[in-house]
């Protein structure tokens, strides 16, 4: 029986690999049969004798091709199939010529190799920067995403409208960017710049809302704040006044506060017109002050002289009682009335 050798074994024996095996077979070098389930088998004797020739001959006869080209053509015409050409056969240079094309065809299946191992692995890294790449734009969502989720939830009060708020969202949305919030903002300073956009945001309609509650609030306020300059006024009152001249005043004081008066006005400038009304009235009072001190020294002026002139006439009244108590002048005078009174 028969001994039939795998490509491998066989190669083993001739001292070559099992490609090189399969290529002799290819090229009739070594006869083999084939498997039930299609695998090379190459007899044990066959693989022998390519030895012992090799051995005996290496480089072989080199037929003529023109000799060897007849001979193919006559088979071909008598009928029979060409028989492929024996390894053993093929002169050196021609064999020579098929080595050198082997190796051009190996090492153009290597540059293929290379080229598509290098693509597979460009392919790889286009992948993985593709991945990358995603994962950074999601995250970068995401923390865009948080950034206007927390203008909104912290920054718009409830008391917003909601269309002041649809509005709103609409500005963060398009405010709320990778170019203005960028990656490597520090979480403070970017809520501080959210908080800043928020008010700007909400700047037109907070005005609008200040204005009509200071609008609806307004009798109160300027009432308020009138109060506020006379009660100030009344409070710097010197001591000295008098019930009246403190009514005159309170009414003075806010008579000038309400005639000044305009709209966001403070308590601070209704209390500042009340202190020029007491400084003007403080003025006036001590000119009048002065003019009631002069009327009160001439007064005393007019007594001293009117007690002076009381003084001197005591003084006469005393001569003249003394010059009576000589009797002179009593008698003689006596003396005249009692002629008068016979005459009537």
Same mark, same amino acid.
């Given at each position: 029986? @028969? ?8 190669? $083993?024996?001739?001292?070559?690999? $099992? %490609?090189?095996i399969a290529?002799?077979v !290819?090229d009739?070098?070594?006869n083999?049969?084939r498997?039930?389930?299609? /695998? ?9 004798r ?11 006869p ?19 199939? &060409?028989?492929?050409?024996?390894w ?7 064999? !020579?010529? !098929?080595?050198?094309q ?19 692995? %460009?392919?790889?890294a286009?992948? *993985?920067?593709? =991945? ?28 917003? &409208?909601?269309?002041?708020? $649809? /509005? ?5 949305e ?5 170019? !203005?919030?960028p990656?490597?903002?520090?979480? +403070?300073?970017a ?28 009798p109160?306020?300027r ?15 010197? #001591?000295?006044?008098d ?6 005043? +309170?009414?003075e ?7 000044e ?22 003025g006036?009072? @001590?000119?009048?002050?002065? @003019? ?7 007064? %005393?002026?007019?007594?001293? *002289?009117? +007690?002076?002139? =009381? *003084? ?9 009682? #003394?010059?009576? *108590? ?9 003396? +005249? ?8």
């Amino acid at each position: 029986m @028969s001994d039939l050798l795998s490509p491998a074994a066989a190669g $083993a024996l001739m001292g070559v690999g $099992a %490609d090189r095996i399969a290529q002799l077979v !290819r090229d009739g070098t070594l006869n083999a049969t084939r498997t039930p389930g299609g /695998h090379i088998r190459i007899d044990r004797v066959e693989v022998e004798r390519v030895v012992a020739d090799r051995a005996g001959n290496p480089t072989g006869p080199a037929p003529d091709d023109e000799t060897d080209d007849m001979s193919r053509e006559s088979a071909t015409m008598d009928g029979d199939s &060409p028989r492929r050409q024996n390894w053993e056969d093929v002169p050196p240079w021609k064999r !020579r010529v !098929r080595e050198a094309q082997a190796d051009v065809e190996v090492l153009s299946l290597d540059d293929q190799k290379e080229k598509l191992r290098a693509a597979r692995a %460009d392919r790889e890294a286009a992948r *993985e920067r593709a =991945e990358s790449e995603r994962e950074r734009r999601d995250e970068e969502a995401k923390r865009l995403k948080q950034l206007k989720a927390h203008a909104m939830a912290w920054y718009v009060g409830f008391d917003v &409208p909601s269309n002041v708020r $649809a /509005h709103v969202a609409r500005e963060i949305e398009q405010a709320v960017t990778s170019a !203005r919030y960028p990656s490597g903002l520090t979480l +403070e300073h970017a809520h501080a710049l959210l908080k800043a956009d928020v008010d700007g945001f909400l700047a037109d309609w907070r005005k609008q809302r200040d204005a009509e509650v200071r609008a609806k609030q307004e009798p109160l306020i300027r009432e308020t704040t009138i109060l506020a300059g006379v009660v100030h006024g009344m409070k710097q009152m010197p #001591d000295e006044w008098d019930a009246e001249t403190r009514k005159a005043f +309170e009414h003075e004081c806010r008579r000038a506060v309400t005639r000044e008066y305009t709209v966001g006005m403070d308590q601070d400038d209704a209390k500042a017109i009340a202190d020029e009304v007491l400084d003007r009235w403080l003025g006036d009072y @001590s000119s009048d002050r002065e @003019s009631v001190e002069q009327d009160e020294r001439d007064d %005393d002026a007019f007594d001293d *002289e009117e +007690e002076e002139e =009381e *003084e001197e006439e005591e003084d006469d009244d005393d001569t003249y009682d #003394d010059e009576n *108590e000589d009797g002179d002048f009593e008698d003689g005078e006596d003396d +005249e009335d009692d002629e008068d009174d016979e005459r009537w």
